[in-house]
């Protein structure tokens, strides 16, 4: 009964140093999405998957990029870390449907940039 | 493009007491509306949600919102909390178009107080 696991659960990462987000579901979701949540700002959307193969960007997405290994499989890459990246960022998946679909959020990654 | 608002970022009642969380949005397309529960370093947690019908919707836990469509309103309430509520609730509104993307409000935080 895992749902929607994402991976490191915190990071530090310095300045200009890079690293990947991994996040992973078991309940057979077409869609998957990459948010950032910071103090008083809600969720932003960084970038979606509507299905395998397929990526499209959100609200707030430079300075990242997605891949969207298989259909269980949504990664979040940071190239160049700035400390404005600071935040904690939530992966989360929902099937499809004839109308949106509640999402099913992971525990999130609390990343710090130094 | 649509919006949420969530006029208080907290709100302090007593255990027992009735509270209402409100949260107002804009669109210009069909909406579906959600509200999201997180407790303290984990993540969100669908509560309830309106995709169509009644325009009156129910938690298993106690909470209600209605949908008022001329007031463009989706507000939370309880007649009466636990301490175990105290937690920090996100309104969110996605459309029907492909992408179905959640936007968030900024957030309540519920505190409690015995």
């Known amino acids: 009964n895992a749902g929607v696991t994402q991976t490191p659960k915190f990071q530090v990462l310095k300045t200009g140093q890079s690293m990947t987000l991994q996040c992973a579901q078991d309940m057979n979701h077409n869609s998957m999405y990459w948010y950032r949540q910071d103090p008083g700002m809600g969720l932003r959307l960084i970038y979606y998957s509507a299905s395998e193969g397929t990526t499209d960007k959100g609200e707030v997405p430079n300075g990242y990029n997605v891949s969207r290994l298989n259909k269980r499989e949504f990664s979040l890459r940071l190239e160049s870390a700035a400390p404005s990246q600071t935040s904690v960022y939530f992966c989360?998946?929902?099937?499809?449907?004839?109308?949106?679909?509640?999402?099913?959020f992971g525990d999130g990654t609390r990343l710090s940039i130094l | 493009a649509q919006s949420v608002t969530q006029l208080d970022s907290q709100v302090p009642v007593f255990e027992e007491a009735p509270v209402e969380l409100r949260c107002n949005y804009s669109s210009s397309v069909s909406v579906y509306l959600f509200w999201y529960v997180q407790y303290p370093n984990q993540g969100l947690q669908l509560l309830l949600k309106y995709l169509s019908g009644s325009t009156l919707v129910e938690s298993i836990n106690g909470f209600e919102a209605e949908f008022n469509k001329s007031q463009t309103s989706f507000h939370l309430r309880k007649p009466s909390v636990h301490i175990s509520d105290t937690a920090e609730y996100f309104c969110?509104?996605?459309?029907?178009?492909?992408?179905?993307?959640?936007?968030f409000g900024s957030g309540t935080r519920l505190q409690v107080q015995p």
């Open positions: 969110a509104v996605s459309d029907d178009t492909g992408r179905r993307a959640l936007t």
């Open positions: 989360a998946s929902s099937p499809s449907g004839a109308a949106p679909q509640p999402q099913h």
